[in-house]
């Protein structure tokens, strides 16, 4: 007889005994069922042997198939070290590891044309040198998110900023605005006592009203809930923000576009200015711009990104005591205020289109707004949730020779 007949025998019977006593104790189940009763003493003694028996023949067949598992993986590992040490005695090697393709396909080549030792070599190769690689295991090689998520966008709004919102706090409102003044002038003759009784002069102060009307931006993403929970990062918190950017990118672009519908003569600078055509072409946008605000507000250069390569070299960032300019410097591009020339803030925009460039005093333009912010719905029958981002905004034009285009000219 066999090694394995024996055991296996065994097996066999204990198997054949545990059906046996699980029938029975089904059908002492059955029967007291049947009679719509518990189980009486009797039986509760019989299940409680028919239970002992059943956990030792669990026993010896979990005893019995380890033994055989074990007994397997041995023979195994014996027959592997028996071939390993018969090649190592062929070969002089225990294992075989080919420094390149080329001497891989020596061998190969070899083997093919009856070389015993080339076989024996490959036949290593393959057998004893298993080379484990990241495919052989991808389901342990962990996918890592690294940082956050790389999103170039601007949110910034350095000509918004610069005037400062006001709330809104109506669909439509209206903006006093004095057109007309009151009149002041010497009686008479200056200086003549002979023109005492005289008519002084008289002129009734006009004051109209400018209109202004409140516009909704906004937009709107449907999550599904299965991304909302195993997104990392959370997807939620990053398409709520990207919507709030978006907002703002927009509502820039209203304010510049309101700018860029000024019909003030622009100032022109040369196509290749000096430092000094530069500020002089400033001093004379300031000049208009003061006469039609009379000092009011704080003046701003807003240019274009692209018109800074025109202001930037022109000053550099140095501060001596002839310098109109403390000086421009690249490593700080971005929007926002870039410096100043003259005193006068230059902010970069990227809401302006290319080669735009106003001089301006925050008098002149008023922004209003009011941020809805981020709204959530959930939709229970697709599990989603949809989220906007809202808000009311608008530019106001309260004076349009407070704005003065800066054009670059062809000379």
């Known amino acids: 007889m066999a090694d394995g007949q024996p055991k296996d025998a065994m097996i066999r019977r204990l198997d054949t005994e ?49 033994f055989s598992e074990l007994a397997g993986a041995v023979a195994t590992r014996m027959d592997e070290v028996d071939r390993a040490l018969t090649l190592n005695r062929r070969t002089g090697k225990s294992e075989v590891e080919y420094r390149s393709a080329g001497a891989y396909l020596a061998d190969h080549i070899a083997a093919q044309s009856g070389s015993r030792e080339a076989m024996e070599r490959i036949e290593t ?73 005289s008519e002084l002069d008289s002129q009734k102060m006009l004051i109209t009203r400018l209109t ?12 599904s809930r299965q991304n909302i929970d195993f997104s990392s990062p ?43 055509e530069a500020a002089a072409a400033i001093w004379e946008a300031v000049a208009t711009v003061y006469t039609a605000t009379k000092g009011q507000g704080r003046l701003v250069l807003a240019v274009a990104p692209d018109r800074l390569g025109t202001f930037g070299p022109l000053f550099a960032p140095v501060n001596p005591q002839n310098s109109q300019s403390t000086g421009f410097t690249a490593g700080r591009f ?46 229970p029958s697709v599990l989603g949730v949809q989220v906007a981002y809202a808000g009311y905004f608008t530019p106001l034009m309260i004076e349009e020779d407070a704005i003065v285009p800066l054009e670059e000219g062809t000379a």
């Open 18 to 66: 545990l059906h046996e006593r699980t029938a029975a104790a089904q059908g002492l189940i059955a029967t007291a069922q049947e009679a719509e009763r518990d189980l009486n003493d009797s039986e509760k003694a019989t299940m409680a042997g028919l239970k002992e028996r059943i956990v030792e023949i669990r026993s010896q067949l979990h005893e019995l198939e380890s």
């Open 125 to 197: 190769f393959y057998r004893l040198a298993a080379h484990q690689k990241t495919p052989d295991n991808l389901g342990v090689i962990p996918d890592p998110i690294m940082g956050g998520v790389v999103n170039f966008i601007d949110a910034a709004r350095p000509i918004v900023a610069a005037i400062g919102p006001q709330p809104l706090t109506s669909a439509t409102w209206y903006r006093p605005k004095v057109t007309q003044h009151t009149l002041v002038g010497s009686q008479g003759t200056a200086g003549a006592a002979a023109d005492e009784k």
């Open 212 to 223: 202004g009307t409140a516009v909704t931006y906004g937009g709107y993403v449907n999550v």
């Open 234 to 276: 959370q997807i939620l918190d990053i398409v709520i923000n990207d919507l709030a950017a978006q907002y703002a990118i927009q509502t820039e672009a209203a304010t510049a576009a309101l700018l860029a519908t000024t019909s003030t003569t622009p100032v022109d600078y040369p196509l290749t200015p000096t430092a000094d």
């Open 334 to 379: 971005g929007q926002g205020v870039m410096g100043s020339i003259a005193g006068v803030d230059v902010v970069m925009s990227a809401g302006l289109a290319s080669g735009e460039a106003f001089l301006f005093s925050t008098a002149g333009v008023e922004v209003f707004e009011q941020r809805v912010g981020s709204l959530q719905a959930t939709e």
